[in-house]
């Protein structure tokens, strides 16, 4: 009986519970609400669908509040039980050991059937079975009991005078508030994560080390010299803006200078598909198409150099995967948020700035130059740092088409690694999360996060302070 | 700005330098159209290869088999269980290598050539028959014709981008002598003329050092391997068929350009395929198993099936979590909040959050939900979390210009015939909004959709060969597959990418398409 009310699936019995329980209290509020209107000549003060809200109010707020509880709790409080139950011999296992097995136990219970295994582990199975039926046994008593006293004590107080919509509009608006408040919590939880990780990290190997060392060797959990990465990152940012920058700003003042209505309906959500495109699409176009001509072009330059006599050896790495590769591809990507934003910008320059410009002789380009740019600059500073920041936090295509080794070269054709490559690379392993391996992750997650967030802070208080100008 | 207006000109250094102006406004303008090609071409190049990649893959080769279920080795000792059938995955597989066998008397011969003609069709490749003799057991004993893929590399051979060959015509063979080490002598008038001239040409396109070339000729379902080839004459290795096949034909002769040793392929492997292929028994059917099949390690075998249904998973998951949170927002912002320091912090918060990169969401997420909480990885539904904390930011943005794109006489006309504030904001005024909220939802749930690195560092990169049932099975997604396959070394994966990317594009135009048709029809300018 235990046994069975512990292998419940109790994420989907709370959830339906929820909404018996809800819908329930709901109709008998609305019914009795219904029965008052009618038997009193006294106008009602609230609807009495109102009165059902509140009544479902009353019930769900304690019901949801256990149920969270539950979740979170649930697991611990059955293995903390266990563990106390356990054979003394279990007591020379070391802490992450212990872990392992109650996780295998765990595993064990949910799938039924544990035969093969030996007999201790089946008695600890069962044992554990027995345990998670009276925590579920007694969160079903406690949540039908809290539901009965939820729905009998709001009866209760619904009369005439009852100022149900009040309450209801007061708890509603507090849920608003509270989704709201679900940004900070992420942001709050992204800082704390990451701070809490790197904090660790840092116990074991000094930040100044991290920052400044010049060599990387994660894999092998020795040197955690961070400097090679910082690099690569940088210089395939660059590469990628050394591509989107000009395209992206000259098709911005294309488009809103010189390009008809029509062409700019066509060309503009073109342009757009460049960004809904996945990332992971770019980086298999990088690694089919880009990198192979890339390493093509680079050894047929070694070769023209050397039949020239200007080298005796090529100069260009030409690797198969190179930082060249993903900057350019990376440079396609963000071309369309270089020039979406200052398109955007460059049609917000007045009219008359314009005017006064050509009144004066000036040709269409050089109005262009000397006056419309000039006057949204600020506007296009902002959209190229958050494409900076955009090419600094990519991932997919770094890691398909820029390649692994560490190493800090001025070579656009060898292959580097970025902050993101090592994230991925360092995560993906089946390490624990008290390895230095991972734990390095959120350190540099932590220095990603910080650089890219400066550079939208930086952006957004650019365009602010633009916007004031013209308003 | 008429013609009949013309600026007075006063020497020839100012009209040199007006020359020179409209000169530079010229090339401006040129500069700016170059740059919206050259994002155009990118586009169209991206476009063009992986669908020109795909269209490769949309098809593959199947071969038929026409075999006897024989009840022996089909539901041996008398157990005609449906599930043992079902299981009987060797069983089936021999009954199709001995009909290869039986079609290829030569590669009986030797250990090696067995292991080459086992080649031709996957194990597994036999299962969906097995299945459908299990569910179908009266079967058993009768003649059924089976169809199984061909394998990968074959397949790519025969669809012109596995070996790279030249194909030529060659002159009619007059004689065919049998020689004592079982060669055979072949001539025929100035028959090989082609072939030396081919030869000659292809080696100069490759290295002066090329490796030795080889040349198979093939008449009917009969080839052999060409060696000492003059104008007239050569030594004629049969591989397959019957030497008779070649007197009095003009064969076709090709010409391998990739040495045995580089290739996957061998040359009886090819002149096997020839054969199958000239008895008719090889179709090239449209690859309905990339949406029906799960994922395999045998590329001709490979499908989607379970990243698409672990795709919609982890997006209802997303969509459950961050439409109902994002909107609420949205309308807590937009219609009540005061201004004060905790609503600008929030707003702050929202605006960083759309920008942080998202490959910090999935460490997040490893720290929070897999370490903290401890949910299982791999599952969608730690996906559907970790994505819907990157798509809720998205889609409060687009819902708060939505809400404010409604009349503010919408809400004084509610507030006159005395609504409250919350009977205002939703009766009236969301309601309003709702066809521009929820195309900002779909386009954010579209960016999920596209997703991969967050997935990867939650776990979600693991092999799955089942279709998961629910949200929190092991499971992957379209982008993580196809960034998984694109890691294989087969160059058969290649393709079948491609093809995957196609898949996940269709559903983003899908969506895109959606977002259009919701714009168009429920849109309103006020």
């Not at chain 1, 050089?366 to 740092?385: D, F, R, S």
């Not at chain 2, 700005?1 to 102006?21: E, F, G, Q, W, Y």
Request: neutral net charge.
């Amino acid at each position: 009986m235990l046994q069975q009310l512990g292998q419940l699936p109790m994420g989907w019995l709370l959830i339906a519970l929820i909404a018996v329980f809800g819908s329930a209290a709901f109709f008998l509020g609305r019914v009795r609400a219904e029965r008052l209107l009618l038997s009193t000549p006294v106008r009602m003060h609230s609807r009495p669908n109102y009165h059902g809200y509140y009544v479902a109010m009353c019930t769900v707020v304690p019901v949801l509040l256990i149920a969270v509880a539950y979740s979170i709790f649930a697991e611990d409080l059955t293995q903390g039980a266990l563990m106390r139950e356990l054979p003394s011999s279990f007591a020379q296992l070391s802490a992450a050991e212990l872990q392992s097995y109650l996780d295998s136990v765990r595993m064990a219970a949910g799938s039924a059937v544990s035969e093969g295994s030996d007999r201790v582990f089946r008695a600890i199975t069962n044992r554990y079975l027995e345990l998670r039926g009276m925590v579920n046994g007694a969160t079903l008593v406690l949540l039908g009991a809290l539901a009965a006293i939820g729905i009998f004590w709001a009866q209760r107080r619904l009369k005439p005078d009852f100022r149900a919509r009040a309450l209801v509009e007061n708890g509603m608006e507090l849920v608003l508030f509270l989704c709201a408040g679900v940004a900070i919590a992420t942001t709050a939880g992204i800082v704390l994560s990451l701070l809490y990780e790197s904090l660790q990290f840092f116990q074991k190997v000094s930040a100044w080390d991290f920052l400044t060392g010049t060599r990387w060797n994660a894999q092998t959990e020795a040197e955690f010299g961070a400097l090679p990465l910082f690099f690569g990152t940088f210089m395939i940012a660059l590469i990628a803006m050394l591509v989107a920058a000009p395209i992206g700003l000259f098709s911005a003042i294309f488009l809103s200078e010189y390009a008809s209505p029509q062409a700019r309906a066509w060309i503009k959500p073109i342009l757009e598909i460049l960004a809904g495109i996945p990332t992971v699409v770019y980086g298999f176009f990088a690694l089919l198409v880009v990198a192979p001509g890339i390493r093509q072009l680079a050894i047929l330059f070694n070769e023209g150099v050397i039949r020239l006599g200007l080298a005796s050896e090529p100069i260009l790495a030409a690797q198969p995967t190179s930082a060249l590769a993903a900057g350019l591809v990376m440079g396609i990507m963000v071309i369309p948020f270089v020039s979406s934003l200052s398109d955007d910008v460059i049609n917000a320059v007045p009219q008359t700035l314009r005017d006064a410009a050509y009144a004066l002789g000036a040709t269409k380009s050089e109005t262009v130059k000397q006056v419309v740019v000039p006057a949204a600059l600020p506007g296009i500073i902002a959209a190229l740092l958050l494409a900076v920041s955009r090419a600094i936090g990519e991932t997919m295509i770094v890691v398909m088409a820029a390649g692994k080794s560490a190493r800090i070269s001025l070579d656009p054709t060898s292959d580097l690694t970025t902050i993101t490559v090592q994230i991925v690379s360092l995560m993906t392993g089946e390490t624990g999360f008290d390895d230095p391996k991972t734990l390095s992750a959120f350190a540099l997650g932590l220095v990603l996060f910080a650089v890219t967030l400066a550079f939208n802070i930086v952006a957004l208080r650019v365009v602010k302070k633009y916007r004031e100008k013209y308003d | 700005m008429t013609d009949a207006v013309r600026t007075p000109i006063t020497s020839a250094a100012a009209a040199k330098h007006l020359k020179r102006r409209r000169a530079a406004d010229g090339r401006f303008r040129y500069y700016g159209l170059s740059a919206i090609f050259i994002a155009l071409g990118a586009l169209a190049v991206l476009v063009f290869t992986i669908g020109a990649q795909a269209l490769s893959a949309a098809t593959y080769h199947v071969v038929r088999y026409d075999i006897t279920l024989d009840p022996a080795v089909v539901a041996p000792d008398g157990a005609g269980e449906p599930d043992q059938i079902a299981r009987n995955v060797d069983g089936f597989y021999s009954l199709v290598r001995d009909n290869l066998l039986a079609t290829f008397p030569e590669a009986d011969a030797d250990r090696d050539s067995r292991r080459e003609v086992s080649d031709f069709v996957t194990r597994l490749a036999v299962l969906p028959t097995a299945r459908m003799v299990a569910r179908n057991p009266e079967l058993v004993g009768s003649a059924i014709s089976l169809k199984a893929p061909l394998n990968d590399d074959l397949d790519l051979y025969l669809k012109g981008n596995g070996v790279r060959e030249r194909k030529i015509k060659a002159g009619a063979i007059e004689t065919v002598l049998a020689e004592a080490d079982g060669t055979y002598r072949v001539s025929g008038l100035g028959a090989f003329d082609p072939v030396v001239a081919g030869l000659a040409v292809a080696s100069a396109d490759r290295d002066a050092d090329a490796v030795q070339m080889n040349v198979l000729l093939t008449a009917g379902v009969s080839t052999g391997r060409l060696t000492g080839i003059s104008a007239g004459r050569a030594r004629l290795e049969l591989l397959t068929g019957q030497a008779q096949d070649f007197a009095n034909a003009r064969p076709t002769a090709r010409i391998i350009i990739s040495a045995e040793s580089e290739r996957t392929i061998s040359d009886r492997q090819i002149a096997w395929t020839l054969a199958l292929k000239e008895m008719g028994r090889i179709d090239r059917a449209p690859r309905m198993t990339l949406l029906t099949n799960s994922d395999s390690t045998y590329p001709e075998l490979a499908g989607g099936l379970s990243a698409i249904v672990g795709s919609l998973l982890t997006m209802l998951i997303t969509a459950l979590v961050a439409m109902p949170i994002g909107i609420l927002a949205a309308v807590y912002l937009e219609e009540f909040a005061p201004r004060n320091r905790v609503t600008e912090f929030i707003e702050v918060n929202i605006n960083n959050l759309a920008a942080v990169p998202s490959i910090v969401f999935g460490l997040l997420g490893a720290a929070l939900y897999i370490n903290f909480l401890g949910m299982p990885r791999s599952a969608p539904l730690v996906g559907g979390l970790v994505l819907a904390l990157m798509t809720f930011p998205v889609v409060i943005i687009a819902s708060r210009a939505a809400l404010k794109a409604v009349p503010p006489s919408v809400r004084a006309g509610a507030l006159a015939v005395g609504a409250s504030q919350m009977q205002t904001v939703f009766h009236h005024v969301v309601p309003l909004a709702a066809p521009g909220i929820l195309t900002g939802a779909i386009l954010g749930m579209a960016r999920a959709l596209g997703e991969t690195a967050p997935l990867l560092l939650i776990g979600m990169v693991a092999f799955v060969g089942d279709v998961p049932r629910g949200p929190t099975d092991e499971s992957t997604v379209m982008p993580v597959l196809i960034f998984s396959w694109s890691n294989n070394a087969e160059r058969a994966w290649e393709p079948l990418t491609s093809a995957m990317i196609v898949v996940l594009l269709a559903f983003l135009l899908l969506m895109n398409g959606l977002v259009v048709f919701l714009r168009r029809r429920y849109e309103r300018r006020w």
